[in-house]
C-alpha cells in the first residue's frame, strides 16, 4: 500500500507539472500576442498623427523601413504601399473594421512578406478627404524564448517531483499505520473481540471487508426505516391540511409543505416556536392557550383574509424528552366560505327578486278567479294561483335559509313550550292529514329557550314531511320529552320511508328522493334544509332514521342553553 500511495503521489505530481507547464506557455503566447498588438496600435496612432498634420505625407511614409505601410482611401484604392502593392484593399478585414469605426488587430498570413504578421488600421481625414493608415509587421520568432523556459521549467518539475517522492513516502507510511489502528477496531466491532492488523496487504481492502461486514448487518433496517419514512413523507406533504407537531416545550418537530404555504414561509421551521410563524398577537395567544390546555380542541381565525380552521390533540406523556405533545391541523377554508357566501348572496338576491311579482301575479290570478265565467279558464287559473302560491312559498322559504346561513335570523330566546308547539302545528296540517287518511299524534311536553318562529319552523317542516310523504291510513307521532336537561322532540311517521343511500343528503336544498312524487305534494325541498340550519343555530342534533316500506323517525335534541357553547 505505501508503494501505491508514493507511486500515486508522484503521478499527481507529474501531472501538475505538466499542466503548470500547458498554462505557463499559453500565458507566454498569450503576452506575447497582447505586446505585439499594443505595439502594432501605437505605432498606428503616431503615424497617423503624423500624417494629419505634416505638409508632405509622403516623405513622412518614406522614412518608415522597418514596417510595411499601406494607405489606402475611402473605396479601398491603394494611395501608398511601401512594398508596392496596388491592388484594391477594401476587402481587407482589417480595412472594414478601420472604415466602421471600429479599428482592430488582424493576425494572418501575407502573401506580400512571405509570412505570419500582424495588421492594424485607423480611418483619418486630411485634406477634405477620408484615408485609412494600415501597418503590416511580421510576427517575431518565439522560438528560442520558449526554448529557454522549457529548460527551466523541466528542470523545475523534475525537482518537485523527486522532493514530493520522498515526502509521499513518508506520508504513506504514516497514513498505513493510522488505517491500520482503524482496521483493527472494526474488527474488533464486528467480531466483539480484541482486532489484530494484518501483516502486509491493503489496509483499505480490510477496512472496506470491516465496513461491509457492519453495513451488511444494518443495511437491511435502515432500507426498512428509509421506505417508511419515504411513504410518511409521501403522505404528510400530500394531505390538503397543514400538520404540525409540538413537543412539550411547544417548539415544531414535525411540519408538512402546506404549512409553509398557509403562513407564507421559506425558511425551516424545524426546532421553531408557533410564534415565528406570524406576526399576529392574537393568533398567537390562541394557539398558545390552546397548546397549554394539554386537551383537545378547535378554533376559527381569519389571517390575512384567509379563513383558518385549527383542530388541537394533545397528548399526555410522563416525562419531558421532549416528543410529540399535540398535533394541530391548519385547513384554509376561504374558499369555501367564499362559494357558501356567493351562494347565500345569490338565494337572497333572487328571492328579493321574485317576491315582488309573484305577489303581483298571486294578487291579479285572485280577481280573475272572481270574474272568471268559464270553467275552462277557471280551471286554468286556479292552476296558475296554485303554483304561484307554491312559488311564494319557496321564495320565503330561501330568503329564510338565506337569513340563517348569514345570522341575520331572529334569535330571541323566550321560554317555547314544545308540546303547545306541536299542537298548533298538528291544527293546521288537519286538514291536509284528512285528504290523506293520516292521523296526527301528539304527546308529552318540555320546554326550551329559542325564538318562537324558529322552533315552529323545525316541528312545522318535520310534521308536513311525516304527512305528505305517509301513506292512507297511516299516523305521524310528535313526542316530546325530557332527558337529563335535555329536550327532545321525537317525529315518525309510518310512510314510505327513505332508501339507505339517501339519508347523508336529505337535508341539502332542494334534495329530493323522489321528485315526481315530491312535486305532487307541492313540497320545495327546503323543509329539511331548514331544519338543519335551524337546528345548527341553536347547537341541536338532528338524527334521522328511516326504513323504505316502514317509516321514518326524526330526533332533534336541544341541549341547556348553557351547555350549547361548549
Not at 474488527?187 to 482486532?195: F, I, K, S, W, Y
Not at 425551516?268 to 393568533?283: A, N, P, V
Not at 317555547?416 to 298538528?426: F, S, Y
Not at 319552523?457 to 335535555?486: F, W
Request: net charge negative.
Amino acid at each position: 500500500m505505501r508503494r501505491k500511495l508514493t507511486l500515486r503521489c508522484v503521478l499527481i505530481s507529474l501531472i501538475t507539472a505538466v499542466i503548470v507547464f500547458a498554462v505557463a506557455l499559453g500565458v507566454v503566447f498569450w503576452l506575447y500576442d497582447e505586446t505585439e498588438s499594443d505595439d502594432i496600435k501605437d505605432k498606428t496612432h503616431l503615424l497617423t498623427a503624423a500624417l494629419q498634420s505634416a505638409e508632405d505625407p509622403s516623405s513622412v511614409l518614406a522614412a518608415i523601413d522597418d514596417t510595411r505601410v499601406t494607405l489606402v482611401d475611402a473605396d479601398g484604392n491603394v494611395v501608398y504601399d511601401s512594398y508596392g502593392a496596388t491592388d484594391n484593399h477594401g476587402d481587407r478585414e482589417e480595412i472594414i473594421a478601420a472604415m466602421n469605426g471600429e479599428p482592430e488587430v488582424v493576425g494572418r498570413y501575407s502573401q506580400t512578406m512571405g509570412a505570419h504578421a500582424y495588421y492594424y488600421a485607423e480611418k483619418f481625414t486630411a485634406g477634405g478627404n477620408t484615408y485609412v493608415l494600415r501597418l503590416c509587421e511580421r510576427r517575431s520568432d518565439i522560438g528560442p524564448y520558449i526554448g529557454a523556459a522549457v529548460g527551466a521549467l523541466v528542470l523545475a518539475a523534475a525537482v518537485g517531483i523527486a522532493v514530493s517522492a520522498v515526502f509521499a513516502r513518508r506520508m504513506s507510511g504514516s497514513i498505513s499505520a493510522r488505517l491500520g489502528e482503524i482496521n483493527n477496531r472494526l474488527h474488533a466491532l464486528t467480531l466483539a473481540t480484541p482486532g489484530t492488523s494484518a501483516a502486509g496487504g491493503d489496509e483499505f481492502a480490510e477496512i472496506a471487508e470491516e465496513i461491509d461486514a457492519l453495513v451488511a448487518g444494518l443495511g437491511g433496517s435502515l432500507a426498512d426505516l428509509r421506505r417508511e419514512q419515504s411513504k410518511l413523507d409521501f403522505v404528510i406533504n400530500n394531505i390538503s391540511q397543514g400538520m404540525m407537531a409540538f413537543s412539550s416545550h411547544n417548539e415544531i418537530v414535525l411540519y408538512n409543505k402546506p404549512v409553509c404555504k398557509i403562513f407564507k414561509v421559506k425558511d425551516d421551521i424545524m426546532g421553531r416556536h408557533f410564534s415565528y410563524l406570524t406576526k399576529d398577537e392574537e393568533l398567537k395567544t390562541l394557539m398558545h392557550n390552546a397548546l397549554m390546555r394539554g386537551e383537545d380542541g378547535e378554533f376559527s381565525y381569519r389571517l390575512r383574509g384567509k379563513d383558518l380552521n385549527f383542530k388541537v390533540y394533545s397528548f399526555k406523556t410522563d416525562d419531558e424528552s421532549g416528543e410529540i405533545e399535540h398535533i394541530v391541523l391548519v385547513a384554509d377554508l376561504t374558499k369555501e366560505k367564499a362559494a357558501i357566501r356567493q351562494k347565500s348572496e345569490f338565494f337572497a338576491n333572487a328571492s328579493h327578486e321574485l317576491k315582488t311579482p309573484l305577489t303581483t301575479m298571486q294578487g291579479l290570478t285572485e280577481i280573475l278567479l272572481a270574474k272568471a265565467g268559464d270553467e275552462g279558464q277557471k280551471k286554468q287559473l286556479e292552476r296558475i294561483y296554485k303554483e304561484s302560491k307554491r312559488l311564494s312559498f319557496l321564495v320565503q322559504d330561501m330568503l329564510y335559509i338565506s337569513d340563517l346561513e348569514s345570522g341575520r335570523a331572529e334569535r330571541r330566546e323566550e321560554d317555547i313550550d314544545l308540546g303547545a308547539v306541536a299542537a298548533e302545528v298538528r291544527q293546521e296540517y288537519s286538514h291536509q292529514a284528512e285528504e290523506r287518511d293520516v292521523t296526527i299524534n301528539v304527546s308529552g311536553s318540555g320546554h326550551v329557550r329559542a325564538d318562537y318562529r324558529n322552533i315552529y319552523e323545525i316541528v312545522g317542516n318535520l310534521c308536513s314531511n311525516a304527512v305528505h310523504y305517509n301513506v292512507p291510513g297511516g299516523k305521524v307521532d310528535m313526542d316530546i320529552r325530557t332527558d337529563g336537561g335535555q329536550v327532545i322532540l321525537t317525529v315518525s311517521d309510518t310512510g314510505i320511508g327513505i332508501p339507505e343511500e339517501h339519508l347523508p343528503k336529505v337535508c341539502e336544498r332542494f334534495y329530493r328522493v323522489d321528485k315526481s312524487r315530491s312535486k305532487k305534494t307541492g313540497g320545495t325541498g327546503l323543509g329539511l334544509a331548514i331544519v338543519k340550519h335551524v337546528c345548527n343555530l341553536y347547537g341541536a342534533k338532528l338524527n334521522i332514521r328511516s326504513k323504505v316500506g316502514e317509516g321514518t323517525t326524526v330526533q332533534v335534541v336541544f341541549s341547556p342553553p348553557d351547555d350549547r357553547n361548549k
